[in-house]
């Protein structure tokens, strides 16, 4: 375990006393509440504790740049963010228990943490294929740093790549091995890639891959590994027939780090249930307002799930779920974005969302040329224009940023039953069990 104090220009200096406030995640929705605190003029104890040792860094370059980025070590893709305010820091050391009435954190090296105010941001972790009990070498996932430098060693022969799940960040890293000059190969379970934001973009994402030496295989369902003779994986066995790989990836979702809350008595379905305002609920309905929860870890509402609630695994809602819950512990406002956005970047092709599309009962492609690689697709429930989708159109999404909301502002917005949203935001409704994340 580390642990530190860091003053605003860097230097080493002890913590102070005083349980003050507590931050559980220190990867960057962490990090930029912890940033947000010190900026609106909160000057008490302040720590951050974090399960990795490595101090933050951003995730997104992980799927991106794994194979591009000149060196990949534990120095790749920090954020300076954590150089900036005074904080203590204690990483390589997990929360395995809370309890929010006593208002103390167990850690998992046994020590006890006390705190005034406790702020959540322990993220998700990526899903793993549930056909073995355990996997052979050469079969991982892509969450953190490590994953990635270990990725990266695995593939330094150029050995075969096969990657499970055809959602966003299996679509990257199959991009992002392409370039490379990998022999890659996509298993996903749908018809195309990003399949829940339709068959329009699904089909051009899956051409992109064609285009590019990815071979795509499409409406499988993994049922097994097998193993080589020194034990390592040799291939996938799939619904419709073996395919050969001496390097896996599964990017099929990621499931809420909330384990270790179960006994907190916080609503988990199954990120922490927040209002409005970020502030965990618990089990009698009221909120907790010394327990906030934010990034991929909490299920807040939002106006167009009605009385449902919405997980957004992107980082733009890091960024901004974690600055508003500082400027709300320092100044009593909270003032987070309401209208969810993302970006992905894939064989070169720029993509860019708006809203939540899953939500959608019907969309329409507005604009459309191959060659090009463009596409404009609008995401309709009912008469509400619920999102949008663009790849290499981005300065389409000024205005269409304005309709949305637009729609959600006159109160447009439905609250029927909510369909299956299985990749990218996901969204829980008070009426039904979860659905996970597509691959």
């Known amino acids: 375990m580390t642990r530190w104090s860091v003053d ?12 003050g406030v507590v931050i559980v995640g220190a990867s960057l929705s962490g990090l930029r ?8 003029g909160y000057h008490g104890p302040l720590r951050l504790i974090g399960d990795e040792a490595d101090r933050p860094y ?17 120095t790749s893709f920090e954020l300076a963010d954590h150089q900036a305010f005074p904080a203590t820091w204690q990483l390589g050391v997990a929360a395995v228990r809370l309890d929010a009435q006593e208002r103390h954190l167990t850690l998992s090296d046994g020590s006890v943490v006390d705190f005034e105010t406790v702020v959540i941001a322990t993220g998700a972790r990526p899903r793993r294929l549930d056909t073995d009990p355990s996997m052979p070498e050469g079969v991982l996932t892509l969450r953190t740093r490590s994953d990635a430098v270990r990725l ?24 992002a091995a392409a370039e490379a000059g990998h022999d890659t190969t996509l298993v996903m379970r749908d018809a195309h890639a990003l399949a829940p934001y339709g068959e329009a973009v699904g089909s ?9 030496g990815v071979r795509v295989h499409s409406n499988r369902h993994v049922t097994g590994v097998t193993r080589g003779p020194s034990g390592t994986v040799s291939g996938l066995r799939t619904s419709r027939g073996w395919v050969p790989a001496d390097v896996v990836v599964v990017a099929i979702g990621a499931t809420p780090n909330t384990e270790w809350l179960a006994e907190s008595g916080l609503v988990l379905d199954p990120g922490i249930r927040v209002d409005a305002q970020g502030r ?9 307002p010394h327990v906030l929860a934010v990034g991929d870890v909490a299920s807040r509402p939002h106006p167009l799930v009605g009385d449902g609630s919405v997980s957004l695994p992107h980082w733009s809602n890091a960024v901004e779920t974690g600055t508003a819950a500082g400027r709300l512990l320092a100044t009593g406002r909270w003032s987070a974005a309401s209208l969810p956005s993302f970006w992905s970047d894939i064989h070169g092709a720029r993509i860019r ?13 507005t604009e459309r040329d191959p060659d090009k690689r463009r596409l404009v697709v609008e995401y309709r429930r009912g008469h509400s224009l619920v999102g949008a989708l ?13 309709l949305v909301d637009h729609d959600l502002t006159t109160g447009q917005h439905l609250h029927e039953e909510i369909p299956d949203a299985h990749a990218g935001p996901t969204v829980h409704s008070p009426h039904r069990p979860h659905q996970g994340p597509e691959g």
């Open 33 to 40: 509440a912890a940033r947000s605190l010190r900026e609106h």
């Open 353 to 365: 969302s708006i809203g939540l599309p899953q939500l959608a009962h019907t969309h329409t492609v």
């Open 390 to 402: 663009t790849v290499n159109r981005t300065s389409r999404l000024a205005a269409l940023h304005q």
């Open 152 to 175: 990266r060693s695995l593939m330094a022969p150029k050995r075969r790549l096969v990657i499970v799940g055809g959602g966003f960040i299996g679509s990257e890293l199959a991009s």
């Open 204 to 212: 051009l994402v899956s051409a992109m891959h064609h285009d590019a």
């Open 280 to 288: 965990a609920l618990g089990h009698d309905g009221r909120h907790l």
């Open 8 to 19: 605003a220009l860097g230097t080493a200096s002890p913590s102070s006393s005083g349980p």
């Open 58 to 74: 951003d995730r997104p370059p992980l799927s991106k740049k794994v194979f591009s980025a000149p060196v990949l070590d534990d």
